[in-house]
């Protein structure tokens, strides 16, 4: 049996942090606001992956109201996430992830995200994907306000001998 689960993030960006994005450190003049290390895309994975077995959320699992979470690795919490699909007998199928800004260029770094995500996930490079779109200068993206991304994974159910 199969699973389907989406997840969309966003994080307003903030002067004197670390822009860091699909486990991958961005040099740029910003980063991006929030309690943990604020990456945008590694969220809505997780809460993909969340999503897919009905496990609720990134915020349910990890409290942004909670200490123990205040800049927190959030590669650490991806993992903790999948170990949680794992443990209720579901295997990776894909991901398929979009980042959306204007700035910065993304392009360079998707591949380098490609091999942190599988990394982390345990998975072949084959089975992630990561895109960047604009929204051509409009909305909170356009205004270089913040970084949004979503993401969608397929799980599939191991059988059982
Ligand atoms: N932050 C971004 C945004 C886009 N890209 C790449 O540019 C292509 C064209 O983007 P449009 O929004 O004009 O459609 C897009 O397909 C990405 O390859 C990027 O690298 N970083
Ligand atoms: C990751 C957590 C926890 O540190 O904090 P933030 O970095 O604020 O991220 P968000 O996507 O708003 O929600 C999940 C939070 O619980």
């Known amino acids: 049996m199969f699973r389907i689960g989406q997840g969309f993030d966003v994080h307003r960006f903030a002067k004197n942090r670390p822009l860091i994005i699909g486990g991958v450190t961005i040099p740029y003049e910003k980063g991006l606001a929030g309690h943990s290390d604020a990456d945008v895309l590694l969220h809505a994975l997780t809460d993909a992956l969340l999503g897919a077995v009905g496990l609720m959320d990134i915020g349910t699992h990890f409290p942004d109201t909670d200490p123990a979470f205040k800049d927190a690795d959030s590669a650490f919490l991806l993992k903790e996430a999948w170990q949680l699909v794992k443990e209720k007998g579901y295997a990776f199928g894909n991901a398929d992830?979009?980042?959306?800004?204007?700035?910065?260029?993304?392009?360079?770094?998707?591949?380098?995200?490609?091999?942190?995500?599988?990394?982390?996930?345990?998975?072949?490079?084959?089975?992630?994907?990561?895109?960047?779109?604009?929204?051509?200068?409009?909305?909170f993206t356009g205004r270089e306000e913040g970084i949004a991304a979503m993401a969608v994974v397929l799980l599939k159910k191991v059988e059982e001998n």
Do not use: F, H
């Open 97 to 139: 992830c979009t980042i959306i800004c204007e700035r910065p260029k993304m392009a360079p770094y998707r591949e380098q995200m490609k091999d942190r995500i599988a990394s982390l996930l345990a998975v072949d490079r084959d089975q992630i994907n990561v895109k960047a779109t604009t929204t051509e200068k409009l909305g």
